[in-house]
């Protein structure tokens, strides 16, 4: 049986600027207008999760197997709950797109074993989708950009090399330009989405555009205290 859902046709959204968003596992998602959304409370639940598999596939028993999948359930749905109320959060800032890095096929590389148990369990991909049918339903868009060198490419000045980055702190070797390294990356996430977002704009409708990336240092935040 097929169900047939009618709804009005989402208007095309007035804003134009483009909201970088870099994806990750120390901060889930750090935001190109300065706000981050930690992973602190995914990770110690995670972890929770964790220890609790642990011991029950010690056991074997067939009840141990239950819990399991019980287990299973809860940590789908605890992550699930937390990306729907992040992305409806995003999904309602004052921004015609929102860019993220393309990140297709990140669980192919080799970077050990712990790193690996992280990233499969990293629900990139649903958010993703989540924030692409919420933006869509405002009458605005998910842009993918190349990811490469987000994270060594200065957003003052465009000087890239791998030096630049060391942890969390992101130190151009040309101009001296400093800030979180996740915000740096997510601010030429923006930057390469409103490229493809104004070309987009540009042939629909021509304006002159006032976007301007922010250079000086933004204070961090965390979301959910907008």
């Not at 992973?39 to 609790?52: D, P």
């Not at 060594?152 to 390294?181: L, P, V, Y």
């Not at 997510?186 to 250079?215: D, M, T």
Request: with cysteine.
């Amino acid at each position: 049986m097929k169900i047939i859902v009618e709804g009005e046709t989402p208007k095309f959204c007035d804003y134009h600027e483009v909201l970088g968003i870099d994806l990750g596992l120390k901060e889930f998602a750090v935001l190109s207008d300065g706000h981050f959304a930690s992973s602190t409370e995914i990770n110690r639940v995670k972890r929770k999760y964790a220890h609790n598999r642990r011991k029950l596939q010690s056991k074997g028993t067939r009840s141990a197997k239950r819990k399991l999948k019980s287990l299973s359930g809860r940590e789908r749905r605890f992550m699930q709950g937390y990306n729907h109320l992040l992305t409806k959060k995003i999904a309602s800032l004052s921004y015609g797109a929102f860019a993220l890095e393309d990140l297709k096929g990140i669980r192919n590389g080799k970077k050990g074993k712990v790193f690996n148990r992280k990233r499969n369990s990293w629900a990139y991909f649903q958010f993703r989708k989540m924030l692409e049918y919420k933006a869509q339903n405002k009458g605005k868009q998910v842009i993918l950009v190349n990811p490469k060198y987000t994270s060594q490419e200065c957003n003052f000045c465009g000087f890239t090399c791998k030096e630049n980055r060391k942890g969390i702190i992101f130190h151009c070797k040309e101009c001296g330009f400093q800030c979180h390294a996740d915000l740096n990356a997510s601010k030429n996430i923006s930057l390469r989405g409103y490229k493809i977002f104004y070309g987009q704009v540009a042939v629909n409708q021509p304006y002159i555009s006032n976007y301007e990336i922010k250079r000086s240092s933004l204070g961090i935040m965390n979301l959910s205290e907008a």
